[in-house]
């Protein structure tokens, strides 16, 4: 196990998705996400990921110098075409302008759309908390996740982010799948040989299952929360794909492109300046007291507070990176 | 059982709001929202809140006579004062100048304070979708619900309703709490002696139990889907409290007025036009593409589908009314 300085790790994965057929800007943002989650302990959207990132860009089915065109809808809208790159550079074209309608105006909907997103979703939503902003951000994804009384999968994982402000540097951050588990869970468990919950999946024939495999190998996921998790799963299909113009999860197929891991569909982020609301107390001071109430009817931790505590630990030692990661990275620099 | 006109049992329900101290305003919008709801079939939120509405308003917690006062909070942001009295008239109040905001601008946030909130939260969205509009709304109510990790209840059931349109006059819609089971649904099964589902409510001593009556005599509801139906019940606290300037859940305190049912918190609705997004083939005939994806793999019921049956069976045969209920309403003319 190596402990990288998180810069050099940054600088580490420009350089493979600038070797893989990305541009230095789409290279940049792709590394500070990636490199992000595994500081923050997200595995399953850190450097477990680099390998899809890769074969998706040789596989030519996500554009990886695609260069997103911002086009104003209105006061409080924005329209982007992430021409076929990854949603990340094509939300950071739009933020600038996102944060300057949210602003003026109380709120602002920025509508992704061709749209590659592959990573958490909270760094998304984190950037415009810190700028004090209220942020929801949905994502549909690719099919594997089974609606009620569905025979096959209709919704991807589609994640839901919040992000707001608490005053000070803190804000309230959560990032969840519409699954029981997120997908790259699931991937993980049939790397690693762990059972997957109850509950969580089901195999091709439709029967509930514990193998991850079973759930990979034309099986399926599970909505959290049986029929109230589902209408989440469809709200964000709506808002994410018909509203934006990308399409529905289950609308991807990458059939001609072997390799392609990354579901080309379409983002949607709400903005909401707060400031425009209606607290007399403000609105982070009163987020921290909602935090207060929380901590004190006894629950310890907060949705974001363990990735703050792996970042805070990350910058401090270095970001942990296993030897083997480390080779197979570097082998990824000579395609 | 008497099968009530719909207009008639709106007439009945107006006279019984009015002969308790609500306005000839408040008296008709509150009316048609729960004889509404009896006639979609949500009997949860229907003539059953009636004895609730009446002693509440009896109790002096709520202002049947309030006047909401709408502040123009930016060119996408509405902020309404409810003034102590109920959430419908308040967003009656604010509907019009929204949708225009909306129209104009692409987004309109909706933020309303000092509210009462005791009816099904989707006939607040209903009237935006069928406007063409995509709605959002989200309201706290009273700490029934537990933490991950707490000792005691901090959320409300806290609905989450969607709404968007389908292309004539189909909309999607749902409204569901944060709880595995509604409020009322507990006091249902507590008055007809039905158990309560396994994983939806703890008693006093915080043990897992299927006893409503232990989950109403100082027991608590369980979130939907653990922590990520919590993580959703944290989101609707800050955005129905601390944006609107409401208060939250765990902070309504009704103790000095015996008789008192109806949380006074806050309420945010979002609209979005969908005719800003970046949809080609256009926003509704997308939604109605997803449903028919829904139906080919094999689910039958969109939500809303059943409250939409029951409707056009009532309008047509009359709302089935039990005739010890209408003796019970008739009752509550003579207060």
Redesign the interface.
């Known amino acids: 196990m190596t402990h990288m300085d998180f810069d050099a790790l940054v600088a580490l994965l420009t350089r493979i998705f600038i070797a893989n057929g990305a541009s230095a800007m789409v290279a940049d943002i792709l590394a500070r996400n990636c490199a992000g989650a595994e500081r923050d302990g997200a595995m399953s959207h850190g450097l477990f990921r680099m390998p899809g990132y890769v074969a998706t860009l040789q596989s030519g089915w996500v554009d990886g110098l695609a260069e997103p065109v911002v086009?104003d809808?209105?006061?409080?809208?924005l329209?982007v075409?992430a021409a076929n790159g990854f949603a990340q550079p094509a939300l950071a074209a739009a933020a600038p302008l996102a944060m300057e309608k949210a602003r003026?105006?109380?709120?602002?909907?920025v509508?992704i759309?061709r749209s590659h997103h592959f990573a958490a979703l909270w760094p998304d939503v984190e950037p415009f908390a810190e700028a004090g902003l209220?942020a929801?951000a949905m994502v549909d994804s690719m099919a594997v996740v089974?609606?009620?009384?569905?025979?096959?999968?209709?919704y991807g994982t589609n994640p839901?982010a919040?992000a707001?402000p608490r005053g000070g540097e803190k804000i309230?951050v959560?990032d969840?799948a519409v699954s029981?588990l997120a997908h790259g869970d699931v991937q993980i468990a049939a790397r690693e040989g762990h059972d997957l919950p109850e509950g969580a999946g089901v195999d091709a024939a439709g029967r509930p299952t514990r193998d991850p495999r079973a759930v990979l190998d034309g099986g399926a996921l599970l909505p959290?929360?049986?029929h109230?998790?589902a209408?989440?799963a469809?709200?964000i299909?709506?808002?994410a794909?018909?509203?934006?113009?990308?399409l529905?999860s289950?609308e991807v197929d990458w059939s001609a492109h072997p390799g392609a891991q990354t579901p080309c569909t379409?983002e949607c982020v709400?903005l909401?300046?707060?400031a425009?609301?209606?607290?007399?107390a403000g609105?982070a001071a009163?987020?921290e007291?909602?935090v207060e109430?929380?901590r004190a009817?006894?629950?310890?931790?907060m949705?974001g507070d363990r990735r703050f505590a792996a970042r805070e630990k990350a910058l401090r030692d270095g970001v942990a990176v296993h030897a083997e990661m480390l080779a197979q990275l570097e082998g990824m620099l000579r395609t």
Do not use: N, W
């Not at 809808?73 to 809208?77: C, D, E, I, L, Y």
């Not at 089974?146 to 209709?154: I, L, Q, S, T």
């Open positions: 086009e809808g209105g006061a409080s809208f329209r075409d003026a105006t109380g709120a602002c909907v509508a759309r209220v929801i089974v609606p009620p009384g569905a025979r096959k999968p209709v839901l919040f707001a309230v959560f969840q029981v959290f929360g049986g109230k998790g209408a989440i469809m709200m299909e709506i808002m794909a018909a509203l934006t113009g990308g529905y289950h379409g709400i909401i300046d707060p425009r609301g209606g607290s007399a609105f009163r987020v007291q909602l109430a929380l009817a006894g629950q310890e931790r949705p």
